[in-house]
């Protein structure tokens, strides 16, 4: 059974709020990057890759054999973690290795954790 949420019995609009949540509301452009930085946040494999590199730089073969998973699809997931600027890489000799882009990243996760583990 579905249950509609309540709704006021009478319309009132409160200029003084509105005004003020209107100057203080992002631009579409900014709820958009923020909704794909969002999606970044909803697969279990990325955030199992962002997890393991909160605790450390680490290479393409590391993070293959800590998730067990091939190369092609950590290799997939990295790529996409990289063009959403949440990761960046650096090449040592014949080596690519991962790190967090900034810190930003892992206080969003430790948010989330923090949030479903209260209920």
């Known amino acids: 059974m579905k249950m509609d949420a309540p709704v006021c019995e009478e319309i009132t609009v409160h200029e003084e709020i509105i005004n003020h949540v209107n100057k203080e509301m992002l631009t579409m452009e900014e709820y958009h990057d923020l909704g794909t930085l969002f999606k970044m946040f ?19 073969c590391d993070i293959v054999a800590l998730l067990d998973m091939t190369q092609s699809a950590v290799s997939h997931q ?11 890489y650096r090449r040592v000799g014949k080596n690519i290795y991962y790190s967090l882009d900034d810190e930003h990243i892992q206080y969003i996760f430790n948010a989330g954790v923090e949030h479903i583990q209260e209920h």
């Open 78 to 88: 990295l790529s996409v973690l990289r063009a959403n600027r949440l990761i960046k």
């Open 42 to 60: 909803s697969d279990p494999t990325r955030l199992r890759i962002l997890s393991l590199l909160f605790q450390s730089e680490m290479c393409v």
